[in-house]
Antibody, heavy 122, light 110 residues
Framework: EVQLEESGGGLVQPGGSLRLSCAAS????????MSWVRQAPGKGLEWVSG????????YYADSVKGRFTISRDNSKNTLYLQMNNLRVEDTALYYC???????????????WGQGTLVTVSS | QSVLTQPPSASGTPGQWVTISCSGS????????VYWYQHLPGTAPKLLIY???QRPSGVPDRFSGSKSGTSASLAISGLRSEDEADYYC???????????FGTGTEVTVL
């Protein structure tokens, strides 16, 4: 059974940093691209970032480019999202999602985690 | 900011047919497959339709998808109370080099 468990969310002040983690199990983690998707309170889903199976290719939404960094450790079956210079508008529930292929583009998400809440507020 | 446009809400009585539209452009729906997700806020979204009209195993055949040009649709036939949820379309956008989601449609079963 595929399982994705996010952690690392919490309350942080504007301008602060936070690192999210996503522990994966039930599939060969190193064979699949992964992504982060978020949902702000009362808003819809927004894709944030993606990474290929090897970590060699990364993709970012314009709203987070230059502030967020996606990475993965295939030896630990874990996906990360380093978030720097956080803004109030980054407040959201952050989901980890598995893609069906290796590259991370023109693909789709077949499994999602339950999410971890990030609140940016002074 | 969502690039794909959906109606904010749709509703029907049990057993009725409901359709949800998703409007995009040549850089996303026009050049990519469309996917549909069912989502109850705070829970893991669920894949309903992939590659425009394919259903994953376990998804009832009451759900069907279609695509024409730069628009797509999700149809729910034989509406049931458990279908109450938010529904999102999604596609890869070549101009943005990223995924885009629809604005979301809340389905209510009256």
């Amino acid at each position: 059974e595929v399982q994705l468990e996010e952690s690392g969310g919490g309350l942080v002040q504007p301008g602060g940093s936070l690192r999210l983690s996503c522990a994966a199990s039930g599939f060969t983690f190193s064979s699949y691209a992964m992504s982060w998707v978020r949902q702000a309170p009362g808003k819809g889903l927004e894709w944030v970032s993606g990474i290929s199976n090897s970590g060699g290719r990364t993709y970012y939404a314009d709203s987070v480019k230059g502030r967020f960094t996606i990475s993965r450790d295939n030896s630990k079956n874990t996906l990360y999202l380093q978030m720097n210079n956080l803004r109030v508008e980054d407040t959201a529930l952050y989901y980890c999602a598995k893609l069906i292929g290796r590259d991370g583009y023109k693909d789709y998400f077949d499994y999602w985690g339950q999410g971890t809440l990030v609140t940016v507020s002074s | 900011q969502s690039v794909l446009t959906q109606p904010p809400s749709a509703s029907g009585t049990p057993g009725q047919w409901v359709t949800i539209s998703c409007s995009g452009s040549s850089s996303n729906i026009g050049s990519s497959y469309v996917y549909w997700y069912q989502h109850l806020p705070g829970t893991a979204p669920k894949l309903l339709i992939y590659k425009n009209n394919q259903r994953p195993s376990g998804v009832p055949d009451r759900f069907s998808g279609s695509k024409s040009g730069t628009s797509a649709s999700l149809a729910i036939s034989g509406l049931r109370s458990e279908d109450e949820a938010d529904y999102y379309c999604a596609a890869w956008d070549d101009s943005l080099s990223g995924y885009v989601f629809g604005t979301g449609t809340e389905v209510t079963v009256l």
